[in-house]
Nanobody, 115 residues
């Protein structure tokens, strides 16, 4: 019954911005630490940002200062604001709890950074 719907991806030029959204249903988002993950072709899925129930955040070093994770508990939604995007950010992005739960993976949203 839990569903996490990833959206907001697209094609952007290097230096551009995107805001990803993760809308949760069947769960109370504020009760869990949430994370944004990404998987690039030929690479393992990796955690890029996380936010605790108390609002504390943590980021992969390569995205610090460029990405911001946030949550809107009233909307049961987690966001990832991505600025100054680089080609190496190209990947499918997913939200999930942290630690992740296999049954929570959604379809992901494609982010492509290219000129």
């Amino acid at each position: 019954q839990v569903q996490l719907e990833d959206s907001g991806g697209g094609l952007v030029q290097p230096g551009g911005s995107l805001r990803l959204s993760c809308a949760a249903s069947g769960m109370i988002l504020r009760r869990s630490t949430m994370g944004w993950y990404r998987q690039a072709p030929g690479k393992q899925r990796e955690l890029v940002a996380a936010i605790t129930t108390g609002g504390q955040t943590n980021y992969k070093d390569s995205v610090k200062g460029r990405f911001t994770i946030s949550r809107d508990n009233a909307k049961n939604t987690v966001y990832l604001q991505m600025n100054s995007l680089k080609p190496e950010d190209t990947a499918v992005y997913y939200c999930n709890t942290h630690p992740s739960l296999t049954v929570y993976w959604g379809q992901g949203t494609q982010v492509t950074v290219s000129s």
